[in-house]
């Protein structure tokens, strides 16, 4: 479990040092409760793939988030609201500016356990 606050890309090159990942070493799976939904859309052909702005109460960090083949889990969130998720950590580059990006791998409206 890990709160939105100690997520940064000097983490994520840590945990890269625990690679190659693979069968009988798995990229881990971090689990962050109650973080607030700020923009919700559906992306990719067909709308297949979901992509969030996510964000905490407690901090004005926020982080984009991609869950490939969850588009259709949109109809159930809502901006504003907040949800439990679990996400492995990657990150987007572009144009020589790196960010960090959580790939979603399932999320539950909050009160329910990711």
């Given at each position: 479990?890990?709160?939105?606050?100690?997520?940064?890309?000097?983490?994520?090159?840590?945990?890269?040092?625990?690679?190659?990942?693979?069968e009988?070493?798995?990229?881990?799976?971090?689990?962050?409760?109650?973080?607030?939904?700020?923009?919700c859309?559906?992306?990719?052909?067909?709308?297949?793939?979901?992509?969030?702005r996510?964000?905490?109460?407690?901090?004005?960090?926020?982080?984009?988030?991609?869950?490939?083949?969850?588009?259709?889990?949109?109809?159930?969130?809502?901006?504003?609201?907040?949800?439990?998720?679990?996400?492995?950590?990657?990150?987007?580059?572009?144009?020589?500016?790196?960010?960090?990006?959580?790939?979603?791998?399932?999320?539950?409206?909050?009160?329910?356990?990711?």
């Amino acid at each position: 479990e890990l709160d939105l606050n100690d997520l940064s890309l000097a983490f994520y090159k840590n945990l890269t040092k625990l690679e190659p990942f693979g069968e009988g070493n798995p990229q881990p799976i971090f689990a962050t409760f109650r973080v607030k939904i700020i923009e919700c859309k559906n992306v990719g052909k067909d709308n297949k793939h979901l992509k969030l702005r996510l964000g905490s109460d407690d901090s004005r960090l926020t982080f984009e988030a991609i869950g490939f083949g969850l588009g259709d889990l949109s109809k159930k969130i809502s901006v504003g609201q907040k949800i439990d998720i679990a996400y492995q950590l990657s990150v987007d580059s572009w144009n020589g500016y790196e960010k960090l990006q959580l790939k979603l791998k399932d999320f539950k409206e909050d009160g329910e356990r990711v």
